[in-house]
C-alpha cells in the first residue's frame, strides 16, 4: 500500500502538467478538498518544479505517519539525502511550532522508517514569503545523521538542498530499496489511542519484532477468545501479561476500538482505574477529534466530542458504580477490557469505600468478585479481559492478581479462564493460587497471552531487565543488560539536578516530551524546589506545549509514580530520594512523618515503594538520567550518608556520570 498521495521520478515530475499532479493529489485525499489546501498544493507545485529543475531523484507529496496522525507535505530523495519539506504557504515567519513539526517528521522517519535509519535527513520548513537569510546547515550533538531543520524562504531553497547535498557526502540511496522499507512504529499511549480511535489497525501503528509475540497475534488470540465465547454461549475470562511498556494497555484499546458500536453484540469498553491516564486519553482524544473535523470544515464542540469518548473509555470506578445502582440488570456491554487489573482493590479496602463514601455496609465482595459479577449477569455470554502488570501494585489495597483467580475459584467455578502462560512469574504473586486451581477442566494456558519485550523503549527492548535487576540487587546482572543496551539508549547519573536539566534539553528533539519523575514519599526535595504534594495538573503536563507552565517541558511541576503509572515520556529525569536508599544490607524502605525519616516495616508498604521507583524507572522510551541529590550533612534530614551509597551503588552497575 502507497504512503503518499503522489510519488514520482523528479525527471517525470517536472515534465508533468500542474493540473495533472493535483489531479492524483485530489484524487487519493482522504477528506473534502478544501480551496485553501488545493492552492497550497498548486504553490507547492509551482516552486518545486522550478527549485529541482538541475536535480534528479524521487518526490513524494502528502506522505502518511500513521503514528502521528499527519502527512508530511514533500519528501523528496536526492543521491545520499532525505528530504522533508513542510511548507508554509504565505508565511513571512518560522513560528517554533511549525520547526517542531518539521523535526518530528524527520524523526519519526529515522526512528521507525527501516529504510531511512542510516541516511542523512535534511528537514526543512520553507515559509514562502519570508525574508531572504543565509542558511545554514548544522549538525546536531546526536551526531546520528538527522540535521537540525534548515529555515528558507522559497527562493533560497535550491541554494540549501545543494548546501546539504555538499555537507552529506555519503553513498546514493537505492529508491526502491527505501520505497519498500517497512514502517515500524513505537507510539507512545496517547498517540496510539488517537490511531486507533481514528482506524487505524495495531499493524499500523505497531513494530514487528521476530523475537516478540506480535501485539496484533496478542489481540487476535483476545479477538477468537471473545467471539468463540459468543458463539459457544460461555463466559470466559482472559489475563493478557507483559513487561513495562510491552504494549498491554495497547491491546485493550485496539479491542475496545474494534467493537465500538454500541448496537453490535461486541460492543466492548475500556476500563481503567488509572485516573490520570483515563483523563488523558480523553482529553487527547476529544482535542485530536475536534482538529479533525475543523479540518474537515466542520465545528464540533468539544463537550460533543468529549461525550463520545467516554463511552470508549471509562473509570473502572464509574463502571462499578452503574451497576451498584442496579443490581440485577447486565452492563450494556458484553466485553470488558480492564487495564492494570492487578491494582483492583481487595475486599477490605472495597468494604471500606462502599461505607464511606457509598453508605453500604457489610459490602462483602472485593472489587474484583464485584466486576465479574457484574458481566456474570449476562443471561448468555460475555467477556472480561484482564490486563496485568508485573511489580506494578504501588498503592494501599491494590490487590494483585492472584484476588481475580481466588474470586473466580470462589464465586465463578463455570467461567472459561485463559491464562498467560506467564503468570506464574513470581511478579504476578499469583503461583500459589494458579497451583490450586490448575487442573480444573476450563482453564486454558496460552503463550500468545504474554507480551514479552518492551515497546515503550524503541532504542532498547532491556531497560525494564536492567531496572528489575537493578531492583533486586542482581549487581553483576545488571552490569551485563546495561553493557547491551551501548549508546542506543542512554542512561546517565548526576548529583546536580540543573546538569540533568540542561541534558534532556540537549538530547530531545522536535516535541519530544521530557520530565522529572519523583516518589510520591520524596518529601526532602524542597531545596531543589520539587515539592510532591504541591498538585499538578496530568492533563496540562502530559498534553500541554513547551511555551505552558504547567507542561513537562517546564521542568517545574514533577509528577509521581501515581501520575505517570501507564504513561511515558521521551526523556526522563528520575530524582531520587532519601526514602528508597541503598545500603550493604539491601535497600531501606522510608516514610517522612513530621520531622523525621521512619522505617517502613510492613512487607506490604515495601513492596509497595520498590514498585514504585520501578514505575519511574521505566518511564523513559529513549533514554533517562537519574539524579541522586548530595545531601547536607548540616541537614539532619538529608545527611550525605542517606544518598551517597545510593549514587555509589549506581555508579558500580556502570552508569555514566555526568
Not at 493478557?240 to 476500538?257: D, E, H, M, R, Y
Not at 492478581?401 to 475459584?409: A, F, H, Q
Amino acid at each position: 500500500m502507497k504512503r503518499e498521495y503522489y510519488s514520482e521520478l523528479i525527471d517525470n515530475f517536472k515534465k508533468s502538467s500542474p493540473g495533472e499532479i493535483l489531479g492524483i493529489l485530489a484524487k487519493n485525499n482522504d477528506f473534502n478538498l478544501e480551496q485553501t489546501q488545493r492552492d497550497a498544493w498548486t504553490e507547492e507545485i509551482k516552486i518545486l518544479q522550478e527549485v529541482l529543475n538541475p536535480f534528479q531523484g524521487s518526490i513524494y507529496f502528502e506522505y502518511s505517519i500513521p503514528r502521528m496522525g499527519k502527512r508530511i507535505d514533500v519528501v523528496i530523495i536526492i543521491k545520499s539525502v532525505i528530504f522533508v519539506l513542510e511548507f508554509k504557504v504565505g508565511a513571512k515567519e518560522f513560528l517554533s511550532t511549525a520547526i517542531d513539526q518539521v523535526w518530528d517528521y524527520a524523526l519519526d522517519l529515522k526512528n521507525f522508517h527501516e529504510s531511512s535509519h542510516n541516511h542523512f535527513i535534511a528537514p526543512i520548513l520553507i515559509a514562502t514569503k519570508a525574508i531572504n537569510q543565509i542558511s545554514i546547515i548544522p549538525s546536531t550533538p546526536q551526531n546520528d545523521k538527522l540535521l537540525y531543520p534548515v529555515k528558507c524562504n522559497s527562493e533560497l531553497l535550491s541554494d540549501v538542498i545543494l548546501n546539504v547535498l555538499k555537507f552529506a557526502d555519503d553513498i546514493d540511496i537505492d529508491l526502491k530499496q527505501w520505497e519498500n522499507g517497512r514502517y515500524h512504529p513505537t507510539p507512545t499511549i496517547v498517540e496510539a489511542a488517537m490511531a486507533l480511535y481514528n482506524g487505524h489497525s495495531v499493524t499500523d501503528i505497531s513494530r514487528s519484532d521476530a523475537s516478540a509475540i506480535n501485539l496484533s497475534e496478542t489481540s487476535e488470540s483476545v479477538s477468537t477468545i471473545i467471539n468463540f465465547s459468543k458463539e459457544k454461549s460461555q463466559k470466559s475470562i482472559c489475563f493478557v501479561t507483559g513487561v513495562p511498556g510491552a504494549g498491554k494497555t495497547l491491546v485493550g484499546l485496539n479491542i475496545a476500538t474494534t467493537h465500538i458500536d454500541k448496537t453490535n453484540e461486541l460492543y466492548s469498553v475500556f476500563l481503567s482505574g488509572n485516573g490520570p491516564l483515563v483523563a488523558i486519553l480523553r482529553e487527547a482524544l476529544t482535542r485530536d477529534k475536534v482538529r479533525h473535523e475543523k479540518e474537515r470544515g466542520r465545528k464540533l464542540k468539544k463537550t460533543e466530542a468529549m461525550s463520545e469518548v467516554k463511552m470508549f473509555i471509562q473509570n473502572v470506578h464509574n463502571f462499578r458504580d452503574d451497576c451498584l445502582i442496579d443490581s440485577k440488570r447486565p452492563p450494556i456491554e458484553h466485553v470488558a477490557l480492564f487495564d492494570e487489573a492487578q491494582r483492583a482493590w481487595n475486599l477490605q479496602q472495597t468494604a471500606n469505600f462502599m461505607l464511606r463514601k457509598k453508605n453500604i455496609p457489610n459490602f462483602n465482595k472485593s472489587e474484583p468478585e464485584f466486576l465479574i459479577s457484574c458481566l456474570d449477569r449476562h443471561p448468555d455470554w460475555a467477556v472480561v479481559v484482564c490486563l496485568v502488570g508485573g511489580g506494578q501494585e504501588i498503592n494501599t489495597g491494590e490487590a494483585g492478581i492472584s484476588e481475580w483467580i481466588e474470586s473466580l475459584n470462589r464465586s465463578f467455578p463455570n467461567w472459561h479462564i485463559y491464562i498467560s502462560s506467564h503468570l506464574t512469574d513470581s511478579e504476578y504473586d499469583a503461583g500459589k493460587i494458579l497451583d490450586e486451581i490448575k487442573n480444573l477442566p476450563n482453564i486454558t494456558i496460552k503463550n500468545q497471552l504474554h507480551l514479552s519485550v518492551s515497546m515503550r523503549s524503541f532504542r532498547a527492548e532491556n531497560v525494564s531487565l536492567l531496572i528489575k535487576q537493578l531492583l533486586d540487587l542482581e549487581r553483576d546482572n545488571a552490569q551485563k543488560t546495561l553493557a547491551t543496551l551501548n549508546k542506543k539508549y542512554p542512561i546517565v547519573i548526576t548529583r546536580d539536578l540543573l546538569k540533568a536539566k540542561k541534558w534532556l534539553k540537549n538530547q530531545a528533539r522536535g516535541t519530544e516530551r521530557y520530565g522529572i519523575v519523583v516518589s510520591s514519599q520524596a518529601q526532602r526535595l524542597k531545596p531543589h524546589a520539587i515539592d510532591v504534594k504541591s498538585p499538578m495538573d496530568p492533563i496540562h503536563w502530559f498534553l500541554d506545549g513547551k511555551e505552558d507552565v504547567r507542561s513537562s517541558y517546564y521542568l517545574e511541576d514533577v509528577a509521581t509514580e501515581f501520575d505517570i503509572q501507564g504513561l511515558e515520556l521521551d526523556w526522563a529525569c528520575v530524582t531520587w530520594d532519601a526514602d528508597f536508599r541503598y545500603s550493604k544490607k539491601g535497600w531501606e524502605h522510608k516514610s517522612f512523618v513530621g520531622d523525621s525519616w521512619n522505617n517502613i516495616n510492613k512487607t506490604e508498604r515495601q513492596t509497595y515503594l520498590k514498585n514504585a521507583y520501578r514505575v519511574l524507572l521505566t518511564r523513559a522510551r529513549q533514554g533517562m538520567v537519574i539524579v541522586v541529590p548530595n545531601g547536607d550533612s548540616e541537614d539532619a534530614t538529608r545527611k550525605k550518608e542517606f544518598y551517597d551509597p545510593t549514587f555509589e551503588y549506581l555508579k558500580e552497575i556502570g552508569f555514566t556520570v555526568i
